[in-house]
């Protein structure tokens, strides 16, 4: 009875509400690519298809900087075949831009709208393109334009306010934990000291992601440090000493946004001088600094020979051929339903992820834009252990549905040892 | 007829030659792990089970370190199907080692084996492993302690003599296909210069397998740098600054082991100083150095602003997930056929894969271990491009079965562009 209440409310809201603008759909990407986004912009061009007042279907190349300078593909004519197999490929199919659109910017981002009759933006991004559709939506009320706005969420980081998770997360998610399954195997048959430095410059999860390799009681990671927690260099180095007295090995993951308890980033500590990127934000990404200084830290102090680091780097983002096929549906879905929310309700927003069971259902929603705005999500504590080198059940159980079905699992011989005749 | 005349000669010889040698067979990996080093350990556990004149299948732990500590695994008492999970593990489930004996080593590795009374020995690996073989070979013949000892060939990097290919290549060259079909879409969506460094210490196959990424005409790698061409850096700028006025982005894979004219290692060079592993090798793995300093080379000298580089590091060998299925299936055989040489044949070598049909088929045979030991194989001169910096289509004919079925494929957008209004 509740149900249909529900169902009957929302049908009455929705015929009430439904959107009679007429005019062209708009759809682009923003900022890192994600193993799934183009599912995202997939999503939209093949539901905008189904209303009759969506006039065209026009993809920003290159995200808001195709918009200022008009660079539109017509999705209009693209085959829903090869929409299909765009879907199902990394990385951002229309392409990306690092440009942060201030007020001028996106007044010029508005008038292209205008003169292309653009009645309907989606912005698939992170927590900036959330920001940078806020802003044009401001514009547009100023102007008496309407015009429906709506973000669509994206990022590998998993860092966005509202989200339970975010899509491209989980994928990324998966590279991780598949890439820690391989290095604990790795580092098992030859022994020593490994340290995998992985996305994530304010939000550890994916780098807490590598705790979805363990299988054996012995597995690695041992040591997980996130940007969630201040990062001690003489901490470090005896969790290093410690595991490794045990083990006879380590295996560490490290986000490349740890900072140490001043605030200051490890790498800029670690490298004596700062390189920084275009945004004025310390470079972390591209560059195996961060691995190769602390890898250098364990063998200097603890005498260590065999230390070993790898750097994931854009691997971990946009590798062909490893997907969460759970991630890929949703990705789908907050395309699908930025779309339905704009036609349907005619309102503006932020698409968000919900998870009402934890193993495993998803609602969605639409929030404000000023909800996920500008803003970062970080860990829970209740996701980081009380040493601050590592996660909690709570994390994995969070994240493990997250890397979808059929992952790969490691197996180890289990044969008796022989008894010895010489020693 | 001829084929029939084949196997009435085979059959006789079989049965002519056939071992009768009664006693226990051993088995042992060396060496950096592959993806399908399992396939090889469990086709010679499985195979050797079928001989009656088969006491016990030993597995060494750690390698040849394990032969001369007595620690052997008893696989006669490990089941079918935990054997079967472990052939699609990848890196080593006996664990590894990095022990080169000399012929003292191997005298203590002799004793051990006459203790147990091993009388097969088969050993998975690459070059260095087959030169442990030949040594043991020689000490048992001295001895006339009559011991049937076989090399399995092994090696992410490809380079042992009178093989075609080597288990273990085509996984890993899979996976940096993936990788850089990711790399070309991640470069063309946030475009700049992107370098990613391959294992490769003297051969440059694994490198040149980037290009099989190549779909779109623009895809990258467009310059590759293998360690069989003297690396100068002023070609190496030319040609960056080249392409990327072309296309305004720049794909680069480049081999670790690249080096000067004068012969020494790039890594060495750039950095200013030298550190060496264990054996007295410059270290090239597990340190993103090369990649940086080629990239600040890059930066400094192009002036390009966006510059990255990732290291491959130990993520291409022994990645949990990607497997050629042709790779992990010639793997399982040559342990197979290593078997069936000792136990038909009653002969000792190295076992070697022929590919008489360029697409595709194999052969296997076996050729005396002096022939494959302590040599190294480079990339011939036909794979490489007049200008050393690339491959040629016939590298990429024969490297393009090699990665197995079932390769995804990445797809980009074709919907036309729409006019300008405003521009």
Redesign the interface.
């Known amino acids: 009875m509740i149900l249909q209440a529900c169902i009957s409310e929302r049908n009455i809201n929705s015929v009430a509400r439904m959107s009679r603008l007429v005019g062209k759909v708009l759809v682009a990407?923003g900022g890192?690519?994600t193993p799934v986004i183009n599912q995202s912009i997939v999503g939209v061009a093949l539901e905008a298809r189904k209303f009759s007042q969506v006039t065209s279907i026009?993809?920003a190349v290159h995200g808001v900087r195709g918009i200022v300078?008009?660079?539109?593909?017509?999705?209009?004519?693209?085959t829903t075949h090869?929409?299909e197999?765009?879907a199902?490929?990394?990385?951002?199919?229309?392409?990306?831009?690092?440009d942060k659109p201030d007020e001028e910017y996106c007044a010029r981002m508005f008038?292209?709208m205008q003169?292309?009759d653009i009645r309907y933006f989606f912005y698939v991004g992170g927590n900036d393109s959330s920001d940078t559709v806020r802003i044009v939506n401001e514009q547009a009320r100023a102007a008496n334009y309407e015009l429906r706005a709506i973000h669509i969420p994206k990022t590998i980081d998993n860092d966005l306010q509202e989200n339970d998770h975010c899509p491209g997360f989980g994928s990324a998610a998966r590279f991780v934990a598949?890439?820690f399954?391989?290095?604990n195997?790795?580092n098992?048959?030859?022994k020593g000291v490994?340290l995998g430095v992985i996305m994530g410059r304010h939000a550890g999860f994916l780098t807490a992601a590598s705790s979805l390799?363990q299988k054996y009681v012995d597995d690695g990671p041992h040591l997980v440090y996130v940007p969630e927690r201040h990062f001690v260099m003489e901490n470090f180095l005896a969790d290093v000493d410690r595991v490794y007295q045990k083990h006879g090995l380590c295996t560490i993951a490290v986000s490349e946004g740890i900072s140490d308890p001043s605030g200051t980033p490890m790498i800029t500590k670690l490298l004596g001088k700062e390189e920084r990127d275009?945004h004025g934000n310390v470079q972390l990404?591209?560059?195996?600094?961060l691995?190769?200084l602390l890898?250098d830290e364990i063998r200097d102090q603890l005498k260590i020979?065999?230390?070993?680091?790898?750097?994931?780097?854009?691997?971990q983002?946009?590798?062909?051929?490893?997907q969460s096929d759970r991630d890929a549906h949703e990705a789908r879905e907050v395309g699908e339903k930025a779309v339905q929310y704009a036609m349907w309700d005619n309102v503006d927003g932020s698409v968000v992820i919900r998870r009402p069971v934890l193993n495993y259902s998803v609602d969605y929603d639409l929030v404000p834009l000023e909800k996920v705005a500008g803003k970062t999500r970080h860990m829970p504590d209740a996701f980081i252990n009380a040493e601050g080198n590592g996660v909690t059940e709570a994390f994995m159980n969070y994240c493990r549905p997250l890397l979808g079905s059929k992952m790969?699992e490691?197996?180890?011989?289990?044969?008796?040892?022989?008894k010895?005749?010489?020693?």
């Open positions: 990407q890192g690519p026009y993809g300078e008009e660079d539109f593909l017509d999705l209009t004519r693209e090869n929409l197999q765009v199902d490929t990394p990385s951002s199919g229309l392409l990306s831009t690092r008038k292209v003169a292309h598949q890439a399954m391989g290095v195997l790795d098992r048959a030859l490994y390799a275009s990404s591209g560059t195996g600094a691995g190769d890898a020979k065999r230390v070993r680091s790898d750097t994931f780097g854009y691997l983002r946009s590798f062909m051929g490893i790969p490691p197996h180890r011989l289990r044969a008796p040892m022989v010895k005749i010489l020693h």
